[in-house]
């Protein structure tokens, strides 16, 4: 158990909908990332958040938002959500930010399907 | 921008043989970290070792150990004595100490054999 949870763990939903996903990191942790992976396109970095703020941005699509909450934990809010969208969503922590490299751990994952 | 290759798309071997898995990669920094990453059917990502880039030496965790080639820029990973346990998709990833985003391979999938 890396303590990072992850919730839903699947999800099955239509074109054009919107989701929520949900992540809380590792107690202590102040940084969450959000990565996709597809079977085409592999693990993708998506978004950083350090502390409540962004931190870095990768390929997240517009349609796509992210917030950190106060207490820490981070949503990853998908809308009109096409085909393409459905792959695993990862959520991972780690204790740092800046200036040095920290393991992330990471959340079992948010299977997406868009029928 | 940085890149991680795993030109392996699969492999397989008995249990109890050695394997390497490839890793290279394209990078201008000269402070980064590179890590091996383990997915198992469940899904998991699980940290299986790293390495700092200004190291000389290989990182070493058990059976799991690296051969890190900075001037090459290769990462490969060397499991010895194979168990079944670690059929699994294996991710060579790279982070610079100022990015802080990991970036993958496509992995390459493993699989240990009675």
Redesign the interface.
């Known amino acids: 158990d890396?303590g990072v949870t992850q919730t839903p763990k699947h999800l099955i939903t239509a074109t054009g909908q919107r989701v929520t996903l949900r992540c809380s990191p590792r107690s202590g942790d102040l940084?969450v990332?959000w990565?996709q992976q597809s079977l085409d396109q592999?693990?993708q970095?998506l978004i950083?958040y350090y502390n409540g703020e962004e931190?870095?941005k990768?390929n997240i699509l517009e349609r796509f938002s992210a917030q950190q909450f106060p207490d820490l934990h981070s949503e990853l809010n998908l809308s009109s959500l096409e085909l393409g969208d459905s792959a695993?969503y990862?959520c991972?922590s780690s204790v740092v930010?800046?200036?040095?490299?920290g393991?992330?751990?990471?959340?079992?994952?948010s299977r997406l399907t868009v029928l | 921008a940085q890149t991680v290759t795993q030109s392996q798309p699969e492999m397989s071997v008995q249990e109890a043989e050695t394997v390497t898995l490839s890793c290279t990669y394209d990078t201008s920094e000269n402070n980064y970290y590179l890590f091996w990453y383990k997915q198992p059917p469940s899904r998991q990502m699980i940290l299986v070792i790293r390495q700092e880039a200004y190291k000389q030496q290989n990182a070493t965790e058990n059976r799991f150990s690296v051969n890190f080639q900075k001037a090459a820029k290769s990462f490969s990973l060397k499991i010895s004595d194979s168990q079944l346990g670690d059929t699994a998709m294996y991710f060579c990833a790279f982070m610079t100490t100022g990015a802080q985003k990991l970036v993958f391979g496509q992995g390459t999938r493993l699989t240990i054999n009675p």
């Not at chain 1, 930010?97 to 490299?101: E, I, K, V």
């Not at chain 1, 393991?103 to 994952?109: A, D, M, P, R």
């Open positions: 890396s940084s990332y990565y592999g693990l970095f950083q931190r870095a990768g695993l990862f991972a930010s800046r200036g040095q490299a393991e992330l751990f990471f959340g079992e994952g």
